[in-house]
C-alpha cells in the first residue's frame, strides 16, 4: 500500500487500534444477531426439514410396500434414518375408537347389494418438536398437522380405472402387528406378505359403486382421501360425493377388489 | 493501516467463489434422489415380461382359422382365463381382440391382428399384432 493513497490526504488521523475496534464490534454484532435470530429461524428449518427427509422415507416405505404387494415378494426390510420423531404401527385390527379403515358397496352378481369393510391399519410418523403425522396407510402416503384441519395426500395409492374396459380397480392393503412397536434412530422394518391376496370381487356388469371412508378420531386423513377420490387421478371428473366422507363412483362394467394383508414382524 | 498488505485479495475472492459453487452443488445434490428414484421406478415398473407373456398364450388362438368349430366359445374361454391370471398375478386389466379378415396376405401367410390391451394402473399399454398363419 502507498503511503498516501490519495495525494495530498493527511493520515495523521488514522489509528490502528480504533480500526481494528470497530471491525471487531462489526464481528461481534454480527455473531450477536445470527445467534439471537438466525438461529431460531434455523431450527424452525431443521424441523421443516425432518419432515421433508421422513417424507420422502414414508415414500421409501410405500414403494416397498408396493414391491411386496403388487409384486408378490414375500419379504422385505427397509432400513431408514428416523429424524425428529418417531415411528409406530397401528394393527388393522384394533377395534376402539382410533380405527380407521374403508367400506364398499357393490352388487354381486346374483344381484344383491354387498357391503365389504376393510380395516387399513397404518405405519405412522409422528414429529416430536413439529406437529406433523405422516401415515403410510392403504398403500398411499398422507400429512397432516396434529393441530390444523385438513390433510394432504403425499403419495397417491394405485387404485385405477381403465376407460377402455370400464374398470375400476381396488387395492385395500391391511397392515398387521402382533405387538405394539415403535422406533426412531436407525430403524430397521421388516414386512412380510405371507398370505396370498385375496380377490375379494370380481364383478361385471353395470354398476355404481360406494366407497366411504372412516377416518380415525384423532389422526384424521379423510380431506386427503376426498381430494385423491374426487380429483381426476382415478376416474376423469373424479368420484361424486355422497355424504359425508361418502363417494360414488361412476358406471362402470367390472369390479375388482383385492386385499393385501401385509405383517409388520419387527421395527 | 500503513503496514497492510492487500496483494493477496485474490485469495478472499476464490474463497467466495468456492463457497458459493458448494452451496450450489449442495442444492442439486439435494435434488438427485428424488429424480433417481422416480425414474428408476419407471424403467422397472415397465411390465415387458408381462406383455410378452400375454402375446406369446394369444397368438395361438388367433392363429386359428375362421371357421374353426366353437370359435367364438374357445376365445371366450380364453379371455376369461387371461383376464382372471392377469389380475390375479399382475394386477392388470387385460382384453384381446382378433381380426381374422385384415386381407394382409403375401405369397406363404396370411396376417391375422391381435389386438392387446393391458392397463396395471401405471402402464396403460395397447399393440396391434400380425400374427402369421400359413397359408
Not at chain 1, 471487531?24 to 454484532?29: A, G, K, N, P, R
Not at chain 1, 378420531?217 to 359425508?244: C, H, Q, R
Request: glycine share 6%.
Amino acid at each position: 500500500m502507498k503511503r498516501n493513497w490519495v495525494k495530498g490526504m493527511n493520515d495523521d488521523g488514522v489509528s490502528e487500534a480504533i480500526g481494528f475496534i470497530l471491525i471487531f464490534t462489526i464481528v461481534v454484532l454480527g455473531i450477536t444477531i445470527v445467534t439471537l435470530y438466525g438461529y431460531p429461524l434455523l431450527q424452525q428449518s431443521q424441523i421443516g426439514s425432518d419432515e421433508r427427509i421422513m417424507e420422502q422415507n414414508m415414500i421409501t416405505l410405500q414403494n416397498d410396500l408396493k414391491i411386496l404387494t403388487l409384486s408378490n415378494v414375500p419379504y422385505r426390510d427397509t432400513t431408514m434414518g428416523i429424524s425428529g420423531g418417531s415411528i409406530f404401527v397401528l394393527d388393522s385390527n384394533r377395534t376402539d375408537a382410533d380405527n380407521h379403515y374403508f367400506q364398499v358397496w357393490y352388487n354381486n352378481n346374483t344381484g344383491a347389494w354387498v357391503n365389504e369393510t376393510f380395516s387399513l391399519g397404518a405405519l405412522r410418523f409422528i414429529s416430536s418438536q413439529g406437529q406433523a403425522a405422516i401415515s403410510v396407510e392403504n398403500g398411499a402416503v398422507v400429512k397432516r398437522y396434529q393441530d390444523a384441519e385438513g390433510s394432504t395426500m403425499v403419495a397417491d395409492p394405485r387404485w385405477f380405472y381403465d376407460a377402455s374396459e370400464d374398470a375400476l380397480v381396488l387395492f385395500f392393503t391391511e397392515i398387521e402387528a402382533d405387538d405394539a412397536m415403535s422406533g426412531d434412530g436407525i430403524a430397521n422394518i421388516q414386512m412380510s406378505m405371507l398370505d396370498p391376496p385375496e380377490v375379494v370381487a370380481d364383478v361385471t356388469g353395470s354398476q355404481t359403486i360406494i366407497i366411504e371412508y372412516f377416518p380415525d378420531n384423532t389422526f384424521d386423513y379423510s380431506t386427503a382421501w376426498k381430494n385423491y377420490l374426487m380429483g381426476s387421478t382415478i376416474v376423469e371428473g373424479g368420484f361424486t360425493p355422497d355424504g359425508d366422507n361418502r363417494y360414488r363412483s361412476p358406471n362402470v362394467s367390472r369390479l375388482v377388489i383385492k386385499k393385501y394383508t401385509v405383517k409388520i414382524e419387527r421395527i | 493501516m500503513e503496514s497492510l498488505d492487500d496483494e493477496g485479495q485474490w485469495i478472499v475472492l476464490m474463497g467466495v467463489v468456492v463457497a458459493t459453487g458448494m452451496f450450489i452443488l449442495a442444492i442439486i445434490i439435494n435434488q438427485a434422489p428424488m429424480v433417481g428414484q422416480s425414474t428408476a421406478e419407471a424403467v422397472l415398473e415397465f411390465p415387458k415380461n408381462e406383455i410378452q407373456d400375454i402375446r406369446y398364450h394369444l397368438a395361438p388362438i388367433a392363429q386359428l382359422d375362421a371357421n374353426t368349430t366353437g370359435l367364438i366359445d374357445k376365445e371366450n374361454k380364453m379371455r376369461a382365463d387371461m383376464q382372471a391370471l392377469s389380475m390375479a398375478r399382475n394386477n392388470a386389466v387385460m382384453d384381446f381382440d382378433i381380426d381374422r379378415n385384415t386381407g394382409f396376405e403375401d405369397l406363404f401367410y396370411q396376417y391375422n391382428r391381435l389386438d392387446i390391451h393391458y392397463n396395471n394402473g401405471v402402464t396403460t399399454y395397447d399393440e396391434e399384432y400380425s400374427v402369421p398363419v400359413r397359408l
